[in-house]
């Protein structure tokens, strides 16, 4: 079965950019019949979607972070990334990477989830 | 502020059933099959416990389900069980802002 698996550096800097990636095992990101994406949550609070991509390099983005957001996919690693630039405290989330089947748009399976703190 | 709207919390004894409700909009909810449902407990991602309003992924228990009226999503617990307690947060498909727009979720205590 697939599993997804988040990295990154746990502590960044405010103003710095964040690189996520999510790892892939299971089966291929190669797949015309999904999406793969990102959700943070920020400490006690909520879900919120990032953005997702598909195997064609085609992406949505949260309109609310678009101008800082980048997503990449690398079909021969089979995994997916995240950038997030201009940092600031609001950004401390937990981020989880998961996939989204196209047809029913549900995610499902999701990674583990990495915290990352922005602070100096 | 989240663009679905769920009640903060509701409770419930054990073998009782309960109802959260996921209001969202004509461009969401109320115009598309793609609300989910995940369940998340301290410290783990959340888990998909319905999709497509109303069906359950395997391995879901059979005492969970969906359904929507409107721009209204439910989800529906029958024969609550301790293990149940958690955060439960809806979704849907969006043609307006975001495309994926999460509600800000429910604290389910089993009392």
């Known amino acids: 079965q697939v599993q997804l698996q988040e990295s990154g550096p746990g502590l960044v800097k405010p103003s710095e950019t964040l690189s996520l990636t999510c790892a892939v095992s299971?089966?291929?990101?190669?797949?015309?019949?999904?999406?793969w994406g990102w959700i943070r949550q920020p400490p006690g609070q909520g879900l919120e979607w990032l953005a997702n991509?598909?195997?064609?390099?085609?992406?949505n983005y949260n309109p609310s972070l678009k101008s800082r957001l980048s997503i990449s996919i690398d079909t021969s690693k089979n995994q997916f990334s995240l950038k997030l630039a201009s940092l600031t405290a609001a950004d401390t989330a937990v981020y989880y990477c998961?996939?989204?089947?196209?047809?029913?748009?549900?995610?499902?399976?999701w990674g583990q989830g990495t915290l990352v703190t922005v602070s100096s | 502020q989240s663009a679905l709207t769920q009640p903060a919390s509701v409770s419930g004894p054990p073998g009782q059933s309960i109802t959260i409700s996921c209001t969202g909009a004509?461009?969401?909810?109320?115009?598309?099959?793609?609300v989910s449902w995940y369940q998340q407990h301290p410290g783990k991602p959340p888990k998909l416990m319905i999709y497509?309003?109303?069906k359950r992924p395997s391995g879901v228990s059979l005492r969970f389900s969906g359904s929507k009226s409107g721009s209204t999503a439910s989800l529906t617990i029958s024969a609550l069980q301790p293990e149940d307690e958690g955060v439960y947060y809806c979704?849907?498909?969006?043609?307006?802002?975001?495309?994926?727009?999460f509600g800000g979720g429910t604290k389910l205590t089993v009392l």
């Open positions: 497509d309003v109303d």
């Open positions: 004509t461009s969401d909810v109320g115009g598309y099959k793609y």
């Open positions: 979704n849907s498909y969006s043609t307006g802002s975001a495309l994926m727009m």
């Open positions: 998961a996939r989204l089947p196209i047809l029913d748009c549900a995610f499902d399976p």
């Open positions: 991509i598909y195997y064609t390099e085609a992406a």
């Open positions: 299971g089966g291929s990101i190669n797949n015309s019949s999904y999406s």
